[in-house]
């Protein structure tokens, strides 16, 4: 069975930086590799003055860079956003989604509490590591 492929965004964003993580996954053991798209800006964090506008504005340039000048704007409907770090709050969480919705149709959040979203990314390479492994139990 092949397995779905996904755009994940990691947004970690905290009260001193933001870090952006954006890859395709098709395997649930996928490592890094030359090629990957991440951002760090200490500036941004929550307790600097750049604010939600801020924030947004670089994750939409982050988003254009990563994706425009690919095929995947022109196919792809959905990017999964999964929201970490300890000043993620619904204004935040607004922003990335619209600065997103900049290179696709849907964008579909993980934003419910750090544990929520440790979770949901375990059972995603579970249910990744069954369907590569031909196994249907963990």
């Not at 690919?70 to 000043?87: H, K, L, N, P």
């Amino acid at each position: 069975m092949k397995l779905p492929v996904r755009d994940v965004l990691l947004v970690e964003y905290t009260e001193r930086a933001l870090f952006l993580h954006a890859d395709t996954m098709w395997e649930a053991d996928q490592a890094g590799g030359f090629d990957m798209y991440v951002f760090s800006d200490f500036g941004l964090g929550s307790n600097g003055s750049a604010g939600t506008e801020g924030v947004g504005e670089a994750v939409r340039r982050f988003m254009r860079m990563r994706y425009v000048d690919e095929d995947f704007v022109r196919q792809a409907s959905s990017i999964m956003v999964m929201m970490t770090g300890s000043a993620v709050g619904r204004e935040v969480t607004d922003a990335v989604v619209g600065a997103v919705g900049v290179v696709c149709e849907e964008v579909e959040v993980r934003d419910g509490g750090p544990v929520y979203v440790a979770a949901r990314g375990a059972a995603e390479f579970a249910w990744r590591a069954i369907e590569r492994n031909g196994g249907d139990e963990l």
